[in-house]
């Protein structure tokens, strides 16, 4: 399924979760999925999946030390991290 409503996005640059550095992460309101667009090598970009949320994905912001979180519609914010 590709992406049906791009809500924000930022790269991130923060520490704790390698495979997300350097990739920019965006949220689908349509479907509540977190993506990712990462070009590698340059000129060539690979949009993948990162999560299948039950969120209305309707922001993403990122603090001082690069670490993103979305914003879902009712107001409530969640910090990207890895999983368990």
Not at 4 to 33: C, H, K, Q, W
Not at 48 to 77: H, K, N, R, W
């Amino acid at each position: 399924m590709g992406v049906l409503s791009a809500t924000g996005g930022y790269i991130y640059r923060g520490s704790p979760v390698e495979e997300l550095r350097g990739t920019y992460n965006f949220g689908d309101f349509a479907s509540s999925r977190i993506w990712g667009l990462k070009g590698d090598p340059p000129g060539t970009w690979t949009r993948t999946q990162f999560l299948d949320t039950s969120l209305s994905i309707s922001s993403l912001g990122q603090d001082a030390a690069g670490e993103i979180y979305v914003v879902d519609y009712s107001g409530a914010v969640y910090r990207l991290r890895q999983g368990p």
